[in-house]
């Protein structure tokens, strides 16, 4: 049910202005007649062997504190910008013929085609959905962890006292937490509960997998629900670090610089021990490029390459603003791309579209595993201009919620069968 109390919804204007000074990547580009996107404030990337082009523009960029990105496959090199916004910095490079790009964010979960479910809704007793809940929590405690192994990164899973039905079975096999924050007569923070819904999904559609949830310390978010990001960087480290993980691979702290080190040496441990690398891997995050013709992920690509080439399966959401455009890292022709269908088997209003989506899965109304508890606790939902949607509990550990990234570990669970 939607409702409201006492307690004023913020502003877009209040929401961005809490993005901004509390997660310096959140910075929209304001390309006109262009999709906006998300980069990090204060850096580039530029083809190294392009850097001594730059000539008069020289003053803008700090050359000489470039820190190569290994493996990028045009040789990026990340500089910092000065008093120019970097999407103009970026177009005029690129005007001179230079191979510049944005240091780009992927998004978790925004909608810019607001409808009723764009937050998670609770289920009451009765409902239409009620069956699917009933079925869902019946699943999940017969999980087995006897299958294929399915690696998600997203929000992490809520811990056994604010989600239990997913902890129940066994197919949960490691998590790292969501962090759910106090609840009683407070808004939930953005997207908690994201990738412990991602994990439901794989669960109820597979209950024989073997789920590995995991949280990047890189994610950014706003307390009002806004949105959740994760840098090009961000998703690298994460990447490797999960890949060291599954295989058992010892390392250090891991940086943008150093995570494709990581992952090649985790590669060469499960191909050298002989172990099945994860069949699955689930990304419900998504975000378009500067411009044509760029790679988006100078950072992230090479990683999951490392997945790719030992024969993972990786699933990614196409996003939901209801664009052509491609969206990254689903549109690389390597990863499937997938897009979401509503009750009639039709293109969802709100899913990304285009010869760059592989796959359409459901992903209206679709239920699995939520918080449970906070019976006054709204997710608030807000994206400018004073565009926002509210849900308020009581929560009882499910809930029905609509998106891209949703239909993603539906196409997960069909690959890991």
Do not use: C
Not at 108 to 136: E, N, Y
Request: glycine residues 12%; negative net charge.
């Amino acid at each position: 049910m939607t409702g409201s109390d006492s307690r004023p919804l913020p502003t877009a204007d209040e929401v961005i202005a809490e993005l901004e000074s509390g997660a310096p990547v959140l910075k929209t580009s304001g390309r006109p007649g262009g999709q906006d996107y998300y980069f990090v404030d204060g850096e580039l990337t530029i083809a190294s062997n392009q850097l001594a082009r730059i000539g008069d523009l020289g003053d803008l960029v700090d050359v000489d504190n470039a820190v190569e990105a290994p493996g990028s496959s045009h040789t990026s090199v990340p500089v910092r910008a000065r008093g120019r916004s970097v999407p103009s910095l970026v177009d005029e490079l690129r005007a001179r013929g230079i191979d510049a790009s944005p240091h780009h964010v992927m998004v978790l979960g925004r909608h810019t085609q607001f409808g009723p479910h764009d937050a998670p809704m609770p289920i009451a007793a009765g409902s239409p959905l009620d069956p699917l809940k009933i079925q869902a929590a019946q699943i999940l405690n017969g999980t087995t962890g006897a299958g294929s192994d399915v690696v998600i990164i997203d929000t992490g899973v809520l811990p056994p006292g604010r989600s239990p039905d997913i902890h129940a079975g066994k197919g949960l096999v490691y998590t790292e937490t969501d962090p759910p924050g106090a609840l009683s007569g407070k808004r939930i923070k953005a997207y908690v509960g994201h990738g412990t819904f991602v994990a439901g999904i794989v669960l109820i559609n597979e209950p024989t997998a073997r789920v590995f949830a995991f949280r990047p310390k890189e994610l950014a978010g706003s307390s009002n629900g806004a949105t959740m990001t994760l840098s090009d960087g961000g998703l690298a480290v994460a990447l490797a670090r999960a890949l060291a993980h599954m295989a058992g691979t010892s390392h250090g702290a891991i940086t943008k610089q150093t995570a494709l080190t990581v992952a090649q040496a985790a590669a060469t441990d499960i191909r050298t021990s002989g172990q099945a690398p994860p069949k699955v891997l689930n990304l419900s995050l998504a975000g378009p490029a500067h411009a044509p013709g760029i790679n988006p992920l100078v950072y992230s690509r090479p990683v999951l390459n490392e997945w790719i080439a030992l024969g993972v399966e990786v699933v990614a959401a196409a996003g939901n603003e209801h664009r052509e455009d491609p969206h990254y890292p689903a549109a690389y022709p390597d990863v499937t791309g997938v897009g979401a269908l509503n009750e009639l088997g039709t293109i969802a209003d709100f899913s990304n579209y285009g010869s760059w989506v592989n796959a359409y899965v459901e992903g209206v109304d679709v239920v699995s595993s939520y918080l449970k508890g906070g019976n006054n606790t709204s997710f608030v939902e807000v994206q400018p201009p004073s565009r926002r949607v509210r849900s308020d509990g009581p929560w009882d550990g499910f809930a029905a919620w609509s998106g891209t990234s949703f239909a993603t570990p539906r196409m997960a669970a069909i690959l890991a069968k």
